[in-house]
């Protein structure tokens, strides 16, 4: 790869911070390669590797998407939808049980345990308990929990009652989510979140009652009308609650949301909401605060209070390569380093599965290249690497082949680099998505934000 001077300013990563107010795009690197080459030509992939035998040695995660909410958020570029009545969601749910079924009875499936189980949304929690039970019941006829490390669940607040915690802990989850995002209630409002304040005392102190083994709450820094006192008075308020781990994003305007919407309609590039330079000071903040508060950074996201205890089985074993089944519309999945994408429409993905076929609406078959790549660039959100770990899977010595981006981030601070290790400093750790573009392929460089 050609990295040099010309390539760091054309990408921004030399502009000086003061600069940095947010545009529309998506900064977030949640893949690799981008979702702009996934195609639906590449689709026949994934039906092929489905007819292959079960590996013996991969393991297996589950997804299910849940897309219902009681209100879209003016940030959210997730499919969702909050205009569903019971009988819709009784319709998707069934849908979503006839595709687990029909992913069961293929050879590449057949007898295998997941070793991690995620819901996610959209919102899994407004779901009614008699909806979740018989949701749980039907994917465990398919795939057996015997062997899951990991169930974790997202919820928003206000969804919540005694009751449905229970159930929830009673279906295995170990590891809850809770959607708090801001403690104001002016700017949960005025950020189009469907909860208050209150709910958030009331759900987390449930959720501690009952006793889920992990309880993770959910940060935004950045959001529109947030300000330095606010921020403070949320990281102190977060501390109080004492969760066992804390996940921090920064706000960012993908162009499929409300937010972006408006800005297009005003004529507007830049959003309302803090900049760069503002959002980094915030989690910087953030990160310090919890360290005085006994808790440990564990990736540029989150913050966990016991190292020991704490687990990231859905993301660790997705950033390493395992196959991650997905269920439900728009969910990505991958099987044998192939990822794929079903159908984004609701109507589309339940017509689809009831004709028999899987929903499947794009895909991509990584190689080995790019298979090495996406684990070294997903992993560097972790803060450290070994080099060693990369020579051994891979047999690439990740020192000399990205040596001139390594040199770069030592030479401006966001890295240090001893022996075999690399580890990024809090500089770069807080600005760790704008600068992995460098160790894209030069072909995927130009999709940063799509």
């Known amino acids: 790869m050609n990295f040099n001077k010309e390539y760091l300013v054309q990408e921004n990563l030399t502009k000086p911070e003061k600069d940095e107010q947010t545009e529309a795009g998506n900064y977030f690197v949640a893949n690799y390669p981008p979702f702009s ?14 007819e292959q035998p079960a590996p013996p040695d991969v393991p297996l995660g589950i997804y299910f998407h849940i897309p219902f909410c009681r209100k879209r958020c003016h940030f959210c570029y997730f499919r969702v939808y909050t205009d569903k009545n019971a009988g819709e969601i009784r319709n998707y749910l069934e849908a979503g049980l006839r595709e687990i079924q029909n992913y069961a009875a293929k050879p590449y499936l057949q007898g295998r345990k997941p070793k991690f189980i995620y819901f996610g949304g959209g919102t899994p929690s407004y779901l009614s308990v008699s909806q979740l039970e018989e949701l749980t019941a ?41 959607g708090v995002e801001n403690f104001d209630d002016h700017i949960l409002e005025s950020n189009g979140r469907a909860h208050r304040s209150g709910e958030i005392d009331r759900a987390y102190g449930y959720a501690r009652k009952i006793g889920f083994p992990q309880i993770n709450i959910d940060l935004i820094a950045g959001m529109m009308n947030e300000t330095e006192e606010n921020w403070k008075s949320c990281i102190s308020q977060a501390i109080a609650l004492d969760p066992d781990m804390v996940t921090i994003y920064q706000m960012e305007v993908p162009f499929n ?40 950074v564990s990736s540029a996201y989150t913050v966990v209070k ?82 060693s770990y990369y020579q051994e899977k891979f047999g690439i010595d990740v ?47 130009n999709a940063r934000y799509t």
């Open 138 to 178: 039907g994917m465990k006829a398919c795939f057996s929990w015997d062997e899951t490390e990991e169930i974790a669940f997202e919820c928003e607040p206000g969804t919540l009652t005694e009751k449905k915690l229970d159930a929830i802990r009673k279906m295995g989850v170990t590891r809850l989510s809770l």
């Open 306 to 387: 016991d190292p020991s205890k704490a687990k990231f089985v859905y993301r660790d074993s997705l950033w390493s390569g395992a196959d991650l089944l997905s269920f439900g519309v728009a969910s990505f999945g991958q099987l044998s380093g192939v990822h794929y994408q079903n159908q984004a429409d609701i109507d589309a993905y339940i017509e689809t599965v009831h004709r028999g076929e899987f929903p499947i609406f794009r895909a991509y078959p990584t190689n080995e290249e790019e298979r090495f790549i996406r684990e070294f660039v997903l992993t560097f959100k972790l803060g450290h690497l070994q080099a």
């Open 399 to 445: 020192l000399k082949r990205f040596e001139p981006q390594l040199s770069y981030l030592q030479s401006e601070g966001f890295a240090n680099i001893e022996g075999g290790s690399i580890r990024l400093t809090q500089d770069g750790l807080l600005q760790i998505d704008r600068l992995l573009h460098a160790f894209f392929l030069k072909e995927h460089q």
């Open 37 to 50: 080459f996934w195609q639906k030509d590449y689709v026949s992939d994934v039906l092929a590797v489905l």
């Open 257 to 296: 949301t409300t937010m972006y919407q408006r800005m297009k309609d005003a004529g507007k590039v830049t959003a309302p909401v803090a900049d760069w330079t503002t959002k980094r000071r915030w989690v910087s903040y953030a990160f310090n605060e919890f360290e005085k508060a006994g808790y440990s």
